[in-house]
């Protein structure tokens, strides 16, 4: 729902990667390397990359909009918003992120995580084009 509003702001696209196969036996530092590999695999050099943690930096609906502009204003081509795997991320990613952004300091299911993200986008959406969607 939220995803088709966005789109009216930015073009927007979810790209969902499958866990790394015959990981059944792997321990949580393997999956999260192997997982970090498929991940950067996907991200090109020019992406700004935004992780989201429950250790990142948090942010009010309007400073969000504001980091969403600041980005489109410095030429951005494409933000990237990373929800990592069950165990976390590799410190690969967390080296190649280029700012880690917490929701909250509780952890979520990965499905409440794309709709609360995707709701946080497009209120900021509406909070830079000044529409009503947003109440302060």
Not at 21 to 42: P, S, T, V, W, Y
């Amino acid at each position: 729902m939220f995803t088709k509003r966005i789109s009216h702001y930015y073009p927007v696209d979810w790209l969902i990667l499958a866990s790394p196969k015959n990981m059944q036996n792997a321990n949580e530092d393997e999956i999260r390397e192997q997982e970090g590999l498929l991940i950067l695999k996907n991200i090109k050099p020019e992406d700004y990359l935004i992780l989201l943690d429950e250790r990142g930096k948090m942010l009010s609906s309007p400073e969000l909009a504001n980091f969403i502009l600041s980005r489109a204003n410095e030429s951005k081509k494409q933000l990237v918003f990373l929800i990592g795997g069950a165990y976390g991320v590799s410190k690969d990613v967390h080296k190649r992120a280029n700012f880690t952004w917490s929701l909250s300091p509780l952890v979520f299911p990965h499905q409440l995580v794309r709709l609360m993200l995707s709701e946080q986008i497009y209120r900021a959406c509406t909070i830079i084009k000044n529409e009503k969607y947003h109440h302060s």
